[in-house]
Nanobody, 125 residues
């Protein structure tokens, strides 16, 4: 399995931006599809965005489409989540995940078998 460590979370005002990073070690992420999920207290883990191994395919959850962008730098073994126009409802713990095969993207947690510890994002209005 690949080891994942998220960073970049914090507390921001509604309308502001944040960029999350997910640094991988142990394996090259070029061989994995990567995704971001989030989970708010009392809620199920929600798909935010996913990207294929070569970066050719990126898909998003409906609640973040047009505001969030997932990207990857395989040379740096890092995945990013740029979050713009943040809303109160975006408050959650954000998790990075890795899975295979790399040429597809899965929208469900079961499609990934390596997870980071999560980073808290809090948006206040």
């Amino acid at each position: 399995q690949v080891r994942l460590v998220e960073s970049g979370g914090g507390q921001v005002q509604a309308g502001e931006s944040l960029r999350l990073s997910c640094a991988a070690s142990g394996r090259t992420i070029a061989n994995y599809r990567m995704a971001w999920f989030r989970q708010a207290p009392g809620q199920e883990r929600e798909f935010v965005g996913g990207i294929s191994g070569a970066g050719a395919v990126a898909i998003y959850g409906d609640s973040v489409k047009g505001r969030f962008t997932i990207s990857r730098d395989n040379a740096k073994n890092t995945v990013y989540l740029q979050m713009n126009s943040l809303e109160d409802e975006d408050t959650a713990v954000y998790y990075c995940a890795a899975g295979d095969p790399p040429w597809t993207v899965a929208r469900v947690p079961g499609g990934y078998d390596s997870w980071g510890q999560g980073t808290q994002v809090t948006v206040s209005s």
